[in-house]
């Protein structure tokens, strides 16, 4: 009897210390379920270049516990081809590249790339040694050394060129260089009197700082600029954007916003504090700070998202379109090209 006693005890035991754990169980469970704090580890890939600059700050603070359940992981890459095959095979999940290379992975993924932000106008500039280009017109009958043939500083040139009533077959001598230094060095040698060159920062700067000769002659996004006054809806010389996979979108919203935040943060921070900033630029070995330094005022880092970026971008591929389709994908991307947000 005392055994059989002692047996319902414990069984009254046991089924009171199940009671209180389940109870405490639901009380973990519930406080989870309650937990709206996303967390995200975000791929960010980056050109070496102005593109990359805006985000030295945010890629500095990275390394720290922002206390926002956030973290990156940042790689910076020397060519385009290193970041395509990334993107498309979900190895990076937002990617700083070129405005027209957006549209052809837009077009070629059917649409699984969105535009967040513009984070870079126009850094191409004419530069001269004799200070006889003052405006537009005076590119007449010049000589201009370029690179980038079939690629956005040929669509770029051509634009102002024909926008300014120029033949650029007979009016204008553009002769195509390999690489930016070639057009340094042609420039240098004096190969057709009062030549320019058509060159992008921070090159422009690296070139002043070996030649104080070498003189920024025209800024190409002025000339834009003042060529689409007057228009309805005026688009922007664009060099940058900050793309990201729509999947990645789709499934973190809350990721993508507090990135967004922190990057326009990021943009200020390096326009505010030029110095500091080249600093940080040499040490995640975009170019030297030196350079930086010199060449971020003429870099034009921005933050454009929204409307204003849909205006702008839209625009601006529009006139590549025009000039030749391929630049852009063969066609102009759809409205579910531009990040919107929610």
Known sequence: MASLEMGRT????????????????????????????????????????????????????????????????????????????KLVQSEVDIAAVPANFASVLYNNTKGQIQVLAVNTLGVLYLVDMDGSVQSAGDLKGKTIYASGKGATPEYALNYILEENGMDKEKDVAVEWKSEHSECVASLLGGQAEGAVALLPQPFVTTAQMKNGNIRIALDLTEEWNRLQEGE?????????????????????????????????????????????????????????????????PYCKIVFIDGQEMKEKLSGYLEVLMGQNPKSIGGQLPDEGFYFRKQ
């Open 232 to 296: 309805e809806n005026p688009s922007a010389m664009i060099t940058g954007v900050i793309v990201a996979r729509k999947e990645f979108v789709e499934k973190n919203p809350e990721a993508v916003k507090k990135f967004m935040e922190a990057y326009r943060e990021s943009v200020d921070y390096v326009n505010g504090n030029i110095e500091e900033a080249a600093g940080l630029i040499e040490k995640y070995d975009i170019v030297p700070a030196a350079v930086a330094k010199e060449a971020l």
């Open 10 to 85: 414990m069984k009254k035991i046991r089924k009171k210390y199940t009671a209180a754990f389940s109870l405490l169980l639901l009380v973990f469970l519930l406080a989870g379920c309650g937990k709206k704090e996303e967390t995200a580890n975000v791929r960010v890939a980056a050109l070496k270049g102005p593109t990359a600059m805006g985000m030295v700050q945010l890629m500095e603070e990275a390394g720290r516990d922002l206390g926002d359940g956030m973290s990156y992981n940042f790689a910076i890459y020397a060519s385009i081809d290193e970041v395509t095959p």
